[in-house]
């Protein structure tokens, strides 16, 4: 005796009472079908349900404040080399990281298949909060050299470049001489070769950091995950 299996719909209908409701995911297309071809069971039914994750949870607990941390980081160079809080928070916006990293880790699966993009974002930002750290602690040392210690020509004018020295003359503001005339090369220090430092490293990580970001962003916004279960 032979059962011929035959589906009356090709998709998968749920009644309003017993509807599963979910708060990451949603059901986006379901079908349902005979599958006769199985060598082993000769026809079986299949279902696939097509599902996808809902963003805002993860928008409100990583996805912002990772964007904040991102902030607070580029915040590091804007204060002075001698006010001793560059390295204290440089630190902390490293262990920040670490914290979201390792909250995203008990959030996902292990898998070395493939890794999550908001992994792959927030281990970018916390190597790029690591080099901000080096970077910090080489700024005071540099701030920390003595005076009378010869400061290279390039080094000059490469402060004097990113500094634009000005002048005050009647209330109006000139620009003053070219970088490498004398005047200039005199006036520069350790403390503005340390300045110049953070602010070159302050729109190299704001350049860095925005493309992890909008990268990352576009590319969750075109992902979707996709979970097939069959049914016998």
């Not at 696939?48 to 990772?66: A, G």
């Not at 990293?101 to 970018?124: E, H, K, N, V």
Request: hydrophobic residues 45%; charged residues 15%; aromatic residues 8%.
């Amino acid at each position: 005796m032979m059962i011929k299996l035959v589906n009356a719909s090709d998709k998968v209908t749920f009644p309003d009472v017993v509807a599963p409701s979910n708060g990451l995911w949603t059901i986006v297309e379901t079908t349902a079908g005979v599958d006769s071809t199985h060598p082993a069971y000769g026809e079986r039914v299949m279902f696939t349900l097509k599902i996808q994750r809902k963003s805002l949870y993860y928008l409100m607990y990583i996805v912002i404040p990772l964007i904040i941390m991102a902030m607070l980081n580029l915040m590091v160079f804007c204060l002075p080399a001698d006010s001793g809080e560059k390295v204290t928070l440089s630190v902390t916006v490293l262990l920040a990281f670490t914290i979201v990293l390792i909250t995203l880790q008990g959030m996902t699966p292990a898998s070395a298949d493939s890794i999550p993009i908001l992994t792959i974002c927030t281990t970018c930002l916390m190597f790029a909060s690591t080099l901000g750290v080096v970077v910090t602690v080489f700024v005071i040392r540099i701030d920390g050299f003595k005076e009378d210690r010869p400061i290279p020509l390039w080094l000059i004018r490469i402060t004097n470049c990113c500094l634009r020295r000005r002048k005050v003359t009647s209330g109006v503001i000139q620009v003053s001489s070219p970088p490498d005339s004398d005047k200039c090369i005199s006036q520069a220090t350790w403390c503005d070769v340390a300045t110049s430092i953070d602010r070159i490293c302050f729109y190299v990580f704001l350049f860095a950091e925005s493309c992890f970001i909008i990268g990352g962003g576009v590319r969750l916004a075109t992902w979707e995950s996709k979970h097939v279960q069959p049914a016998l």
